[in-house]
């Protein structure tokens, strides 16, 4: 049987390009880029190349990246940054969103804690906020504004470029977590107003483990992992090198294939969304224009996720019914109740995220499966069962 992997969201494979690029520093290239010998400075100079690259792609300057474990990593030092900064002014609000991914929210809720106050917008029903909210809600002492550049779940994209705006006007500090469009959609840090941006090599096919945050000229930094002087002293610790260059490479050739990429994944995302909506009772959760390439992200009334999921395992379809994060919890998807979404809606939902790898044919078994998976679990429902006999309204 064929694994069809459809949960790009959670990580995808790695290229070969990104593998090729890895290599050298796992067999022969070994110094530590600290050193001040040959084969450490060898090493340090491997290091540059690939910031000099990020840095390319999200049109910004080589000493504005900083390399990190990850896109969790990146989220927690800037968003903690932005707010120390803040405090010593005196400035303790901060602006976000509901459905931001956890890492965010974690922080934030923490922050909370701490005495930070976080105001958190309301996204609407089709998964977006606009710039004139985001306005809105800046008062004197905001000190950030930190909303993501696309959903993991429901893959919305938010208006970013004028966000960045409505912020650099009123002279607040503007982070987006971009883990999901870095490599997928355009991302240019200068035309979209951006100062902080958090990405993950293991989203656009690199090495796990590996991210990187940009950070504007002039906005300090601080520092949370306490060390040795990498990163320009704001990120203690050996760097990840093969990590790194994976990375580079990975983003490298993302971004040279990211309008054929995109193109052939909105014509196999759309026609998995018209298919699945032919199922009845069901609806796609997110604007259907202003949204990743590769997402899809389906509700069908009376089921629950978790078995649509391990059904179509069975089948050798991996999917997800939300964030990896949560999975194994049985509360609904954070994201999905922001939207609006009752209770009983956002158990049954699933996650297609398509990449460049799947074909037509996959889509065609998906199409085939998941109508066959939703009537079986639809027949043994006593929730559908009560929906049917009118004993409960449909709420899709
Ligand atoms: C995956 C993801 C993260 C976390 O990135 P890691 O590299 O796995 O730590 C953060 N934000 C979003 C939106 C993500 O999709």
Same mark, same amino acid.
């Given at each position: 049987?064929?694994?069809?992997?459809?949960? @790009?969201?959670?990580?995808?494979?790695?290229?070969?390009?990104?593998?090729?690029?890895?290599?050298?520093?796992?067999?022969?290239?070994?110094?530590?880029? $600290?050193?001040?010998?040959?084969?450490?400075?060898?090493?340090?100079?491997?290091?540059?190349?690939?910031?000099?690259?990020?840095?390319?792609?999200?049109? +910004?300057?080589? &000493?504005?990246?900083?390399?990190?474990?990850?896109?969790?990593?990146?989220?927690?030092?800037?968003?903690?940054?932005?707010?120390? @900064?803040?405090? #010593?002014?005196?400035?303790?609000?901060?602006?976000?969103?509901?459905?931001?991914?956890?890492?965010?929210? !974690?922080?934030?809720?923490?922050?909370?804690?701490?005495?930070?106050?976080?105001?958190?917008?309301?996204?609407?029903?089709?998964?977006?906020?606009?710039?004139?909210?985001?306005?809105?809600?800046?008062?004197?002492?905001?000190?950030?504004?930190?909303?993501?550049?696309?959903? @993991?779940?429901?893959?919305?994209?938010?208006?970013?470029?004028?966000?960045?705006?409505? +912020? &650099?006007?009123?002279?607040?500090?503007?982070?987006?977590?971009?883990?999901? #469009?870095?490599? !997928?959609?355009?991302?240019?840090?200068?035309?979209?107003?951006?100062?902080?941006? $958090?990405?993950? #090599?293991?989203?656009?096919?690199?090495?796990?483990?590996?991210?990187?945050?940009?950070?504007? &000229?002039?906005?300090?930094?601080?520092?949370?992992?306490?060390?040795? #002087?990498?990163?320009?002293?704001?990120?203690?610790?050996?760097?990840?090198?093969?990590?790194?260059? $994976?990375?580079?490479?990975?983003?490298?050739?993302?971004?040279? @294939?990211?309008?054929?990429?995109?193109?052939?994944?909105?014509?196999?995302?759309?026609?998995?969304?018209?298919?699945?909506?032919?199922?009845? !009772?069901?609806?796609?959760?997110?604007?259907?224009?202003?949204?990743? /390439?590769?997402?899809?992200?389906?509700?069908?009334?009376?089921?629950?996720?978790?078995?649509?999921?391990?059904?179509?395992?069975?089948?050798?379809?991996?999917?997800?019914?939300?964030?990896? +994060?949560? $999975?194994?919890?049985?509360?609904?998807?954070?994201?999905?109740?922001?939207?609006?979404? /009752?209770?009983?809606?956002?158990?049954?939902?699933?996650?297609?995220?398509?990449?460049?790898?799947?074909?037509?044919?996959?889509?065609?078994?998906?199409?085939?499966?998941? /109508?066959?998976?939703?009537?079986?679990?639809?027949?043994?429902?006593?929730?559908?069962?009560?929906?049917?006999?009118?004993? &409960?309204? !449909?709420?899709?």
């Amino acid at each position: 049987m064929k694994t069809i992997y459809v949960d @790009n969201a959670a990580t995808t494979a790695m290229s070969d390009r990104a593998i090729e690029a890895m290599t050298p520093y796992l067999k022969g290239v070994y110094g530590n880029p $600290s050193s001040l010998h040959t084969v450490g400075q060898v090493a340090k100079e491997s290091l540059e190349e690939a910031r000099e690259k990020i840095a390319k792609c999200l049109n +910004c300057e080589a &000493r504005e990246i900083y390399f990190t474990s990850g896109g969790s990593e990146a989220d927690n030092q800037a968003i903690r940054s932005a707010a120390l @900064n803040g405090a #010593a002014k005196n400035k303790k609000h901060i602006i976000s969103t509901a459905f931001e991914h956890h890492a965010v929210l !974690h922080t934030l809720k923490k922050l909370e804690k701490e005495g930070f106050e976080v105001t958190y917008l309301d996204v609407r029903a089709n998964g977006l906020i606009t710039a004139k909210e985001v306005e809105a809600a800046i008062r004197p002492d905001t000190c950030l504004v930190t909303i993501m550049f696309a959903n @993991n779940e429901v893959g919305t994209i938010q208006p970013i470029a004028e966000i960045g705006k409505v +912020c &650099r006007v009123k002279g607040v500090v503007f982070h987006t977590d971009a883990v999901q #469009a870095v490599g !997928h959609v355009p991302v240019d840090v200068k035309a979209q107003n951006i100062d902080m941006l $958090s990405l993950s #090599a293991h989203k656009f096919h690199g090495a796990k483990g590996v991210g990187a945050l940009y950070v504007k &000229r002039g906005i300090p930094l601080r520092t949370f992992v306490e060390g040795g #002087a990498q990163e320009r002293g704001k990120r203690a610790g050996t760097e990840n090198l093969a990590g790194v260059a $994976s990375m580079a490479a990975a983003l490298e050739e993302a971004c040279e @294939n990211m309008d054929k990429n995109a193109a052939k994944l909105k014509k196999l995302r759309d026609k998995l969304i018209d298919g699945l909506l032919k199922i009845p !009772h069901s609806k796609l959760n997110g604007d259907r224009q202003k949204r990743l /390439p590769a997402n899809v992200n389906m509700c069908f009334e009376g089921i629950e996720g978790e078995s649509l999921l391990l059904l179509l395992d069975a089948k050798g379809i991996c999917a997800s019914s939300g964030s990896a +994060c949560t $999975s194994g919890s049985l509360d609904p998807s954070h994201v999905l109740l922001a939207l609006g979404l /009752p209770h009983e809606v956002a158990h049954g939902s699933l996650r297609l995220s398509l990449s460049a790898e799947n074909t037509e044919e996959d889509i065609d078994v998906i199409l085939r499966e998941v /109508p066959k998976v939703v009537e079986y679990l639809r027949s043994i429902s006593p929730v559908w069962e009560e929906l049917e006999k009118g004993l &409960r309204p !449909h709420l899709i």
